[in-house]
C-alpha cells in the first residue's frame, strides 16, 4: 500500500502544504497587532472544529491551557482572579482547537513508518489530530503499533522494575496537573531517583535562582490586582503580544489610566509598539493604542549592561531610597562599588543603548511611586541569565520597589501550571520543609542523592549513563539545545516512555530504543477535578468533564497504576491517589502555602497560595534581608572581542507556536508567512551586501541551518533572529552555570548567500 502519510497525500488529512519561498513575503511596516484580525483567527478555528465545540470548552470551568497569566476555574473559563471581565485570547483557542480534534486514524501508524512521519513540519504533526491509542516501537522495528493501555503498562513496569533507579530520569510538562506532578515526582523517589526535573530548566530557573538569591523567593512578588495599582510597568526580553496577550490588555489599561510603559527589547515587535485588544473597548474603539511610552532597543546579550547603566544615573543622580537600602538590605556597599568603577563607554558599548536612552529610562523611573517589572525568556536565555535577573532586582531595590501595592517582581512565566509543577516538588532538590514532611507523613527515608537538571540528564544519556525516561508531556528533544546532540542522546535510552495528547518531534527522532507513547485525557476532559497555580501565586482548580474519547486515561490513572505494579505495596499505597481529593489532601499537609487545598472540593475556594507575595520589606532569606547581586560572570568584552562571527542570533517564538507546538506556520503579528526566514535589519543588509529575499545559510559552533528567507526587520544591527525550535540546531550545549538554563539567546552566528540562492 501506498504511504498515506507523504507530502503528496497529506491533504488527504487536512494539511495545509508548507508555504513554498516563492510565495514568501519578505518586507513589513509596523502596523497594529491583535484587534479584528485577532477576531476574525478566533473564528476561523472556531470554524474548524465547531463553534459549539470551541464555545463550550473556552467557557467551561477549567483553567486555560496555555500561558500561566491565569485564566479561567471556578468563575468560569473567561475570567481571571481580579476581574469579572470577559478575557480571551489566541493562546486559549490555539490550545483548544487542537484538544478539540479527532484521534489520528490508526492506519497513519500502520502504514508509514517513522521516518516519513518525520518528512512533516511541527504544524502538520499538530494538525494530523488527538493520540487516541497507545502506541509501541521495538528496538530495530521502524514504525508504531497499537497497544493496549494494560500492556503498555506492563511493558512499563517491568522496564523499570529491572531499569536501576540511578539511571532513570523524569521530566514534566507545565500542562500537568499539581495531582499529577506530585504523584509522579513522589513515585520517582520512593522509586529512588531525584533525577526529577520539569522544563522550566529550559524557560524560567534563572529566575527562580536569581530571585531567591536576592529577596529570598522564586516567584512573583506581586498579585494582579497590583497590575492595576502600578503607574509603570517595565516588559523586558518579552514579548507577550505573542506569548501572554491578555498582558498586553493590561499594559493598554496602565496607559490609558495614565501609566507608562517602558519595553526592552532588541526587536521593534509591533504587538509592543501598538496593538487592539479585543478585551479593551477602547483600544478596538480607536483602533490601536500605543504600548509602549518608551521603546528601547539593547543588543541581544546587553541587558545587564543596559540595567547598570539606569543604576549608575540613579545613584550619580543621588535619587535612591536610602532608607530602604539601610533597612531592609545588604550588600550595597559592594554593588556601589561595582557600579562606580563601570563606566559610560562600556555600558553603551555593552549594551548598545545611548547614554541619554538610558537616562530617559532612569528619568521615567524617578518619576513613578509604583513600578512592576515584568520578563520573559529574552533574560532568561543566557549564559548569565541569573544575573540579568539579579539585575533586576538590584534595580528595584534601589528605590524600595519590592513590597507594597503596585511595586514588584513578576516573571512571564510559560506553560499555564509550570510553577505549580514546581511547587509540587517535581526538581531535582525537594525544599526542606517538603523533604521532611514527606518523611514524616509516610515514615520513610527519601533519597539524598543529588538530583541532575534537565540537560544534565540527557548529556548522562548521551554517556549511556541512563536506562529509562519517564517524559510526562512536553517536547523534550524540541525543546533541547543542540538538535544533533539531542538525538544522539535520546537514541542511547534503551527504554522511553512519553506521556501525550498530540504527535511531535519527541515521538519520531532519537527513538532507536524501546518507545512507548501514552495518550491522555487533556484538563477539561479529567474525570475528577484537577488544580493548576497561576505566575500570581493563584491556585485554580478545574473540573474537567468534557468526554471527547472516551477510551482515553488521566496522567494520574497512568502513574498510579504503573506505581502500584512497580513498588509493589512498597512504602505507600499508590492506589488511595486514584482519587484526587485524596492527592489533595496529601498537598495540603506537605507543601507549604497549599493548606486550603484540602477542602476546595467541597468549598469551591481558589486561592492566593501563603507567603508569596511580599506586602512589605520582609524577606525569606536567613537574615530577613535583600541582597544587591554583584555580577561576576557577565563578560563586560562579549560583543567587542568575542564573537568573531559577526552576528548574534537570538532564537525567538512565533505568535502561531506556543512553546516548542506550531500551530501555525504564519507569524501574523510580524508579518511573515513561513518560518524559514531570518529576520535581520536593514542595516545589516547593507553591511553584507545582501538583499531582503535572499537565501542564506547560517552557521554557529553547534551546527548550520541552510537556506533561510532573509527578511528586513526592525532589530538591533548585529543581531538576527530566527524560529525556535528550528534554530535548535544552531543553539550550544552551554549554560547558565547557577540555573543550568541554556544560552538559547546570544549565538556567534556567520551567514553567508546560500548554494541555493535565489532573490526575489
Known amino acids: 500500500m501506498s504511504c498515506l502519510c507523504s507530502r503528496d497525500k497529506i491533504s488527504s488529512f487536512s494539511h495545509t502544504l508548507p508555504t513554498k519561498i516563492s510565495e514568501q513575503k519578505v518586507t513589513r511596516d509596523q502596523k497594529t497587532a491583535g484587534g479584528f484580525k485577532a477576531i476574525q483567527y478566533v473564528l476561523a478555528c472556531a470554524q474548524k472544529v465547531g463553534p459549539v465545540n470551541i464555545a463550550n470548552a473556552v467557557r467551561s470551568k477549567n483553567t486555560c491551557k496555555a500561558c500561566a497569566f491565569g485564566t479561567g476555574g471556578q468563575k468560569g473559563g473567561l475570567f481571571n482572579e481580579y476581574s469579572n471581565r470577559l478575557e480571551i485570547c489566541n493562546k486559549n483557542i490555539q490550545a483548544q482547537t487542537s484538544d478539540i480534534k479527532p484521534p489520528i486514524p490508526l492506519e497513519i501508524f500502520r502504514h508509514n513508518t517513522i521516518e516519513e512521519l518525520n518528512q512533516l513540519s511541527g504544524k502538520q504533526l499538530t494538525d494530523l489530530g488527538r493520540l487516541g491509542a497507545p502506541l509501541y516501537k521495538a528496538p530495530g522495528e521502524d514504525r508504531y503499533r497499537v497497544l493496549s493501555y494494560s500492556q503498555a503498562l506492563n511493558k512499563i513496569s ?15 510538562s507545565g500542562r500537568s496537573s499539581n495531582e499529577a506532578a506530585f504523584v509522579l515526582q513522589l513515585f520517582a523517589r520512593i522509586y529512588g531517583s531525584n533525577h526529577v526535573n520539569n522544563c ?3 524557560c524560567h530557573q534563572a529566575s527562580g535562582v536569581g530571585l531567591t538569591e536576592s529577596i529570598g523567593t522564586g516567584t512573583a512578588t506581586i498579585q494582579y490586582s497590583d497590575l492595576y495599582s502600578a503607574d509603570l510597568i517595565f516588559v ?3 514579548n507577550p503580544a505573542s506569548n501572554h496577550p491578555r498582558f498586553v490588555k493590561v499594559l493598554l489599561e496602565c496607559r490609558q489610566r495614565g501609566g507608562k510603559v517602558i519595553v526592552v527589547n532588541p526587536a521593534r515587535e509591533s504587538g ?35 540595567l547598570s547603566g539606569v543604576a549608575k544615573y540613579l545613584i550619580q543622580k543621588d535619587a535612591i531610597d536610602k532608607r530602604f537600602i539601610e533597612d531592609h538590605t545588604d550588600g550595597f556597599k ?3 562599588g561595582f557600579i562606580n568603577n563601570l563606566d559610560w563607554d562600556t555600558i553603551t558599548r555593552e549594551s548598545g543603548v545611548e547614554k541619554n536612552t538610558i537616562e530617559r529610562i532612569g528619568e521615567n523611573y524617578l518619576s513613578s511611586e509604583k513600578t512592576v517589572f515584568a520578563w520573559g525568556m529574552g533574560l532568561t536565555h543566557h549564559v548569565n541569565g541569573t544575573e540579568n535577573i539579579e539585575a533586576i532586582s538590584n534595580l528595584a531595590l534601589l528605590r524600595g520597589m519590592i513590597g507594597g501595592e503596585g511595586r514588584g517582581l513578576l516573571p512571564l512565566r510559560g506553560h499555564s501550571n509550570v510553577q505549580g509543577v514546581g511547587s509540587m516538588g517535581f526538581t531535582p532538590a525537594l525544599k526542606h520543609k517538603m523533604f521532611d514532611a514527606i518523611e514524616k507523613k509516610y515514615g520513610i527515608n527519601l533519597p539524598k542523592s543529588k538530583g541532575m537538571d534537565t540537560l544534565s540528564c540527557v548529556q548522562a544519556a548521551e554517556k549511556e549513563e541512563i536506562d529509562f525516561a519517564f517524559l510526562l508531556g512536553g517536547n523534550l528533544h524540541a525543546a533541547n539545545p543542540d538538535a544533533k546532540f539531542s538525538e544522539s542522546a535520546m537514541n542511547k535510552i534503551p527504554v522511553k516512555v ?25 484538563r477539561d476532559e479529567e474525570k475528577q477535578p484537577t488544580t493548576q497555580e497561576s505566575m500570581f501565586n493563584f491556585l485554580r482548580m478545574s473540573d474537567g468533564g468534557i468526554n471527547r474519547i472516551d477510551s482515553l486515561l488521566s496522567e494520574v490513572e497512568i502513574i498510579t497504576r504503573i506505581a502500584v505494579e512497580v513498588l509493589d505495596g512498597r512504602d505507600i499505597d499508590f492506589s488511595a491517589f486514584l482519587k484526587h481529593q485524596n492527592i489533595r489532601a496529601a498537598i495540603s499537609e506537605i507543601v507549604p502555602g497549599f493548606e486550603k487545598l484540602a477542602e476546595i472540593d467541597k468549598s469551591k475556594e481558589e486561592f492566593h497560595i501563603t507567603g508569596r507575595k511580599i506586602d ?16 561576576i560572570l557577565t563578560n563586560w568584552t562579549l560583543r567587542s572581542h568575542q564573537n568573531p562571527r559577526g552576528l548574534t542570533l537570538t532564537s525567538v517564538r512565533s505568535e502561531g507556536q506556543f512553546n516548542t507546538i506550531v500551530y501555525d506556520e504564519a507569524d501574523r503579528y510580524r ?21 531582503a529575499g535572499m537565501l542564506v545559510d547560517v552557521k554557529s559552533d553547534a551546527g548550520k541551518m541552510d537556506g533561510l528567507v532573509l527578511s528586513e526587520f526592525e532589530i538591533k544591527p548585529g543581531n538576527v533572529m530566527t524560529y525556535f525550535p528550528e534554530a535548535n540546531v544552531l543553539i550550544p550545549q552551554t549554560n547558565d552555570p547557577r540555573s543550568k538554563t541554556p544560552s538559547f539567546k546570544s549565538v556567534a552566528v556567520s551567514i553567508e548567500p546560500s548554494s541555493r540562492a535565489l532573490r526575489k
Not at 490601536?288 to 518608551?294: G, P
Not at 506521556?499 to 501514552?518: A, K
Not at 508579518?671 to 545582501?690: E, H, W
Request: charged share 20%; aromatic share 10%; net charge negative.
Open 272 to 306: 509592543l509598539v501598538r496593538f487592539a485588544s479585543p478585551g479593551n473597548v477602547k483600544s478596538m474603539i480607536a483602533g490601536s493604542n500605543e504600548v509602549a511610552s518608551l521603546f528601547v532597543q539593547p543588543h541581544v546579550g546587553g541587558d545587564v549592561a543596559l
Open 200 to 202: 522550566s530548566y529550559y
Open 158 to 172: 517491568k522496564a523499570m522494575k529491572e531499569a536501576s533507579p540511578e539511571r532513570t530520569f523524569f521530566y514534566g
Open 616 to 631: 512589605r520589606p520582609e524577606f525569606e532569606t536567613a537574615d530577613g534581608k535583600a541582597h544587591f547581586r554583584v555580577p
Open 498 to 522: 512519553m506521556v501525550n495528547s498530540t504527535l511531535n518531534e519527541t515521538h519520531l527522532n532519537g527513538v532507536e530504543g524501546e518507545n512507548i507513547i501514552l495518550p491522555i485525557r487533556v
Open 671 to 691: 508579518d511573515q508567512t513561513q518560518r524559514n526566514v531570518l529576520l535581520i535589519s536593514k542595516q545589516d543588509l547593507c553591511a553584507y551586501g545582501l538583499e
Open 334 to 336: 559592594e554593588f556601589l
Open 236 to 238: 523586558l526580553g518579552a
